[in-house]
């Protein structure tokens, strides 16, 4: 399991790299930070985003 980058993260979930990047930041989005300081390198891992898409999507009437 290799880890993705925001633009990667970013087309899989139909998103926008700001947006993927802002979201890590702010600890909405399970992302891993790789660096010190402001200029971090963000990582996403495919199975934490699966789920938290889970999470933010209601798809208990869909079963």
Same mark, same amino acid.
């Not at 980058?5 to 992302?31: C, E, F, M």
């Given at each position: 399991?290799?880890?993705? $980058?925001?633009? =990667?993260?970013?087309? +899989? @979930?139909?998103?926008?790299?700001?947006?993927? $990047?802002?979201? =890590?930041?702010?600890? +909405? @989005?399970?992302?891993?930070?790789l660096?010190?300081?402001?200029?971090?390198?963000?990582?996403? @891992?495919?199975?934490?985003?699966?789920?938290?898409?889970?999470?933010?999507?209601?798809?208990?009437?869909?079963?």
């Amino acid at each position: 399991m290799r880890p993705m $980058t925001p633009r =990667a993260a970013a087309q +899989y @979930l139909g998103l926008d790299v700001k947006t993927i $990047t802002r979201w =890590a930041r702010q600890g +909405y @989005l399970p992302a891993h930070p790789l660096g010190e300081g402001k200029r971090k390198f963000w990582r996403f @891992l495919e199975h934490e985003l699966a789920e938290w898409l889970v999470a933010k999507t209601n798809v208990q009437g869909l079963a």
